[in-house]
């Protein structure tokens, strides 16, 4: 048997959902999300095989990674401050949380300092939510297509969390029109309770958090 029964779950359940919506499974990328987990939960996820890890918290991140780096993907889903950009430059593979010009401002100079460029995608508030992160639909495409002109980004993927307690289908939806209208590849979409949703609408990587280590302690403040 598997040393996570949960993680087996999770990967069978993408492989169907892709498989039903006519998708390869190895389009889909699960991203663990290990925040605020003890690390008895995240031990068997990582012992089973899985190697691409989410965290929303620099600090918090290489605390836990920094010892267990080698040959592991490690992504920021959390909001980015500016005054973390260097250590986020240095020590994540993907940054799913850009936002503004301030952040990008300071990933471009954090890049060109390290000659190590981070993948990058742009958060979308497709919400509207006032206290979530995330470009606003509307401004999107003058955004992306800032990012690309002022600092020669790439623009891997665009990441969306939809507002709680509302179907999430639409919301993915309009994410995958902001991506195609762009031209923007991947789409970073679907948590614990929506994810096989996300497959169908095109995710090609779902954040799962508590579907694979159980409820989160609280944040620390
Ligand atoms: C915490 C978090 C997740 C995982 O949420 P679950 O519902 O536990 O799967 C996914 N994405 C982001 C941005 C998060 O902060």
């Not at 949960?6 to 499974?25: M, T, Y």
């Not at 100079?109 to 006032?130: F, I, S």
Request: aromatic share 6%; hydrophobic share 45%; charged share 25%.
């Amino acid at each position: 048997m598997s040393a996570s029964p949960a993680l087996d779950d999770v990967l069978a359940r993408i492989a169907s959902a892709a498989e039903a919506a006519g998708r390869a499974r190895t389009d889909v990328t699960l991203v663990a999300v290990s925040k605020q987990q003890a690390w008895e939960k995240v031990a068997p996820v990582l012992a089973a095989g899985q190697t691409v890890f989410g965290e929303n918290r620099v600090q918090e991140a290489m605390e836990r990674w920094t010892e267990r780096r080698a040959g592991i993907e490690l992504r920021l889903i959390g909001p980015l401050q500016s005054n973390k950009a260097r250590e986020a430059v240095a020590f994540f593979d993907v940054i799913e949380s850009v936002d503004r010009e301030k952040i990008a401002q300071a990933l471009a100079e954090e890049v060109q300092k390290q000659a190590k460029a981070p993948r990058l995608y742009v958060q979308v508030n497709t919400g509207e939510e006032p206290q979530k992160a995330g470009v606003i639909p509307s401004d999107a495409d003058g955004f992306i297509t800032g990012l690309r002109r002022t600092h020669g980004f790439e623009i891997e993927g665009l990441m969306c969390i939809p507002p709680v307690g509302e179907p999430a289908g639409p919301h993915f939806a309009l994410l995958a029109a902001i991506a195609a209208r762009n031209g923007v590849p991947k789409l970073s979409m679907g948590m614990s309770d929506d994810f096989e949703t996300a497959v169908r609408f095109g995710a090609t990587s779902v954040r799962v958090g508590s579907a694979l280590f159980g409820g989160r302690a609280p944040p620390q403040a």
